[in-house]
């Protein structure tokens, strides 16, 4: 047994900071982790910042320019594994929405000089750029299942994160069905579980923050939510948040366009 | 109630909602613990109770394939709902459970049992005729034979049944087409029927075990009269009528084994979501999964076992893959395996017609209807064999 502790580096890319944050979110268990991880790269955290190579790299963001096209292939190179974070990172995130329109207009609105904007048309996933070796999924990801992500590397072992669907959750929990009780149009069949259900359980539909499920048939549940009166444009809108760009989502928006 | 107990002879009594809470003071001062029906997020659930008061009071339910409403019922009934989408199988079978903990030391690893070794003695309030066939089902599958499962041997033997006659039927009950109701007729400590009339509400009592006549004997209730007794049948007889859905069994083996290639499943796959809601409130589905956790340094592990389901990917990877990759054949084997394997398993199907699954599919689905359609298009039919099924 080696007496080296691993070495840990978290790379950001377009994102919003929540998933990285959760790292230093897990309070009780923080000292845990430096104990059992040397946190080698973790710009949020520290200025302390040791070069590579890393024994596993968490990446949180999306693929949004050309710089961070070039920067991730470095990440790569530098990483032993390599786990994704979050909906950006697993998707292309909230800002992926921009591969439903045209991004130069929206930079004319928004920015009072355009010009100074090096983007690219698209906000893309990790693995769409290098070889992912776990995605965690969530917007925002939940600190416990990045402990057992992390844990499960520390021991070798296969994480125990589940792909079915948020419903499994929601029963585990007793939650009576918000769609079956108060005809609610929720993303639970087909959203990938790992929230414990949090949204039925204060009595809202799943947002799909955690994308689509090992076996998602939105077809089937889009059809059911037009009979529950959800328009076409709502049922796109559903799909169309933190989780737009993956595939089982994308189509399931763009057939309600 | 034990597992096996005989039967005693009825012998009815009749109380009030004042003796109900009699009753329900009584068991507590024996140390039970009243769990039951209550009304909570828009659903009638199981949940700990305190006294008649915590009962969906005046509460009754519209269900249909994938919806359910709580309605006022205009009186004062307490077991005027029907099923909701609990099931007594959260208490005996818990959604999750620690089997094990341990701790690395310097002599090994160091095994200890979990907190909740010793569960609650509960007595269940208002255990409907269906439900208790659920619950005889399941211990089938986790008291009977060579491996007996130690929670939910100890849950089941300690735990007291009040059980309810059903007083009316949902729109998705269909438990006469698998002889489970609406009439409670054993496996239960007390047997209620709440009769409400114009000018009167009570309740017509028998007891179904020796435990459950001591406990009767300490409220001393007075013995009901023959025409108290027959307003009992009739509320019964009432709920039997409105019985609007029925499955077909007969010879139901041979007709899902034969049709395993029918292109039936696959219709049903283009509407099936595999969420696994319909596993989840089934009160005989008792597939779980197994998994072993470790904390960060390595030093403490623990096992814990959770409700799993056929409609999962995970649940049928073997080595290599997973075995059922496609929604078609997940939900193929879980109605065969209700309706038909089930019975060549366990001696009895695993379907007791509670029609949950049908009220709590978020789409709807509804296996009478898909056992009547596998039928119409049986492809041992000479007519449906030329047209490949439809």
């Not at chain 1, 290098?130 to 992390?150: A, S, Y």
Request: charged share 20%.
């Amino acid at each position: 047994m080696t007496m080296t502790k691993p070495k840990l580096a978290v790379w950001k890319f377009a994102s919003c900071d929540g998933c990285q944050l959760s790292l230093l979110d897990c309070e009780d268990e923080l000292l845990a982790v430096a104990g059992a991880i040397d946190i080698a790269n973790f710009a949020e955290a520290s200025r302390d910042i040791q070069p590579g190579p890393y024994d596993l790299s968490l990446v949180e963001g999306s693929i949004t320019t050309a710089h961070d096209a070039e920067r991730i292939q470095e990440v790569r190179r530098l990483s032993k594994y390599l786990v994704t974070i979050g909906a950006c990172a697993t998707a292309g995130g909230i800002q992926a929405l921009r591969n439903f329109q045209d991004v130069k207009e929206f930079m004319a609105i928004v920015y009072a000089s355009p010009h100074y904007i090096s983007t690219l048309a698209t906000s893309t996933p990790i693995a769409d750029h290098v070889h992912v070796d776990f995605e965690l999924r969530g917007c925002p990801i939940n600190k416990q299942q990045l402990l057992e992500v992390i844990t499960a590397f520390l021991h070798h072992r296969r994480p125990a994160i589940s792909a079915h669907s948020v419903c499994i959750e929601c029963k585990l929990r007793g939650n009576p069905c918000v769609m079956v009780t108060q005809k609610m149009a929720c993303l639970g069949p087909v959203t990938h579980a790992g929230c414990g259900a949090i949204c039925p359980s204060y009595n809202r539909g799943c947002y799909g923050c955690y994308g689509p499920m090992e076996s998602p048939n939105t077809k089937s549940l889009s059809a059911w939510l037009e009979k529950l009166d959800v328009a076409a444009p709502d049922v796109a809108r559903l799909f169309r948040s933190y989780n737009a760009a993956a595939p089982a989502f994308k189509e399931a928006g763009d057939r309600h366009e | 109630m034990s597992i096996n107990q005989p039967d005693l002879p009825a012998q009815s009594f009749r109380i009030d909602r004042t003796g109900l809470d009699e009753l329900l003071a009584a068991l507590k001062n024996r140390g039970y613990t009243l769990v039951g029906p209550t009304v909570r997020d828009h659903a009638m659930v199981y949940d700990e109770l305190t006294g008649t008061q915590d009962l969906p009071v005046g509460k009754g339910d519209q269900q249909e394939a994938g919806t359910y409403q709580l309605v006022d019922r205009g009186d004062a009934a307490l077991f005027g709902y029907n099923l909701g989408p609990h099931s007594w199988k959260k208490y005996l079978f818990p959604p999750r459970h620690k089997l094990w903990q341990a701790e690395l030391t310097d002599d090994g690893l160091a095994f200890s049992e979990p907190d909740q070794a010793t569960p609650p003695k509960y007595a269940f309030i208002g255990v409907r005729a269906c439900e208790l066939h659920a619950i005889q089902v399941q211990d089938k599958v986790f008291a009977g034979g060579d491996h007996r499962d130690a929670h939910y041997c100890r849950t089941r033997e300690r735990a007291f049944i009040v059980a309810v006659n059903c007083s009316q039927a949902a729109a998705t009950c269909f438990c006469p087409s698998m002889n489970t109701g609406p009439a409670v007729t054993s496996g239960f400590d007390i047997a209620l029927t709440e009769v409400i009339a114009a000018d009167a509400h009570y309740f017509v009592m028998q007891a179904g075990s020796q435990l459950g006549q001591a406990v009767l004997d300490q409220i001393t209730p007075c013995l009901a009269d023959s025409t108290e007794i027959q307003a009992a049948a009739q509320c019964v007889a009432n709920a039997r009528a409105q019985m609007e859905r029925q499955l077909d069994t007969a010879d139901i083996q041979n007709l899902l084994y034969r049709n395993a290639e029918n292109p039936r499943w696959e219709k049903i796959a283009q509407r099936c979501l595999s969420c696994a809601n319909c596993t989840m409130v089934c009160p005989t589905c008792f597939c779980s999964s197994v998994e072993d956790t470790t904390d960060l340094t390595g030093s403490h592990a623990e096992r814990w076992r959770q409700w799993d389901s056929c409609f999962t990917l995970d649940f049928s990877y073997l080595h290599g893959g997973s075995v059922r990759t496609s929604t078609r054949a997940q939900y193929r084997q879980w109605m065969t395996h209700k309706l038909a394997s089930w019975i060549d398993q366990f001696d009895t199907s695993g379907c007791v017609g509670c029609g949950r699954c049908i009220t709590w599919c978020p789409v709807g689905i509804d296996i009478t209807e898909e056992v009547r359609l596998m039928r119409e298009n049986d492809m041992a039919s000479s007519e449906n064999s030329q047209r490949g099924g439809r």
